[in-house]
């Protein structure tokens, strides 16, 4: 009987070990075994050509554009325009290599038309006419960089960029439409006649309180659409620090020059993009204008 209970207890402990290797069998197959995820194919890319540096496209590799009317951040582009330049919209934003998805977003047009934005300006395609029906360019082109001076492709890198808006000048109280300089985020960039007139002086001609006002514009990066030229940029040094939250974040004392006129910030237009209330102004002794290229 004493053989027969070892014999049972011996067959018992068998099983048991049996089952655990079983479910460690088990277990490591379903952890190892699981199928990798797939990435999913990116729905905007980034691609490079030689005359116009990095821009978007979508999926199937057309080009997408971005229009300085809409410094606001609304479409603008309606009627005729409108035919001209479709909409872009992607429900499923899967973004390439250098891209952030964080900066895409989805907005309603006038007419009730979801449209993706990038970094706050609406994306579009360039459809011209052709035989009289407007038809979409290929794959691989950029025919519509640079028409009517602007619509542009979107460089992630720009750090200025064109704008267009009606702009009222606060001297004579006269609105007109204009084309001037932003920052890489839309924020309306203006010149000092003072600096017309001294430019054997330019780091002195706004310091102190004008300075406080009118901030020096700093920017590291040279990179612009194609109506600006990376030749007409420099740098002045300035006596104080033009860094803070209207330049690069850095300390750096070297301020952009557009045509060797120095390039400004307005504190009254609260870091938002668009607003231009300080065309016109006379100010610190002199006047002040929005930058047109």
Known sequence: MALSLFRRSRLGAGVGLALLLGWLLTACNNSDDKPAQPTPDP??????????????????????????????????CTGGCAAVWPIFYEADI??????????????????????????????????????????REAAGQTTGNGVG???????????????????TDKTTNQTANRSFLIDGKGRTLYFFHKDDLNPNTLPTNCTGSCEALWPP???????????????DFGTITRTTAGGGPYGDGTAS?????????????????????????????????????????
């Open 43 to 76: 729905t905007i890319k980034l691609v490079t050509s030689a005359t116009l540096g990095t821009f978007l496209t979508d999926k199937e590799g057309n080009t997408l554009y971005y229009f300085t009317r809409d410094v606001d951040g609304q479409n603008v």
């Open 217 to 231: 514009f700093t920017a590291a990066g040279r990179v612009f659409p194609s109506l600006l030229k990376a030749a």
């Open 94 to 135: 899967q973004v390439g290599g250098g891209l952030q998805a964080a900066d895409f977003k989805t907005q309603m047009t006038a007419s009730g038309q979801p449209q993706t934005t990038y970094k706050g300006w609406p994306l579009y395609y360039y459809a011209p006419a052709a035989n009289g029906q407007n038809v």
């Open 149 to 167: 001076n602007i619509w542009y492709v979107v460089n992630p890198t720009y750090s200025v960029m064109v704008a267009t808006k009606a702009v």
């Open 253 to 293: 004392t070297a301020q952009l020059t557009y045509k060797g006129k120095p390039l400004y910030y307005y504190t009254a237009d609260n870091l938002t993009r668009g607003r231009v209330e300080g065309h016109g102004l006379v100010s610190e002794g002199d006047q002040w204008l929005v930058a047109t290229p």
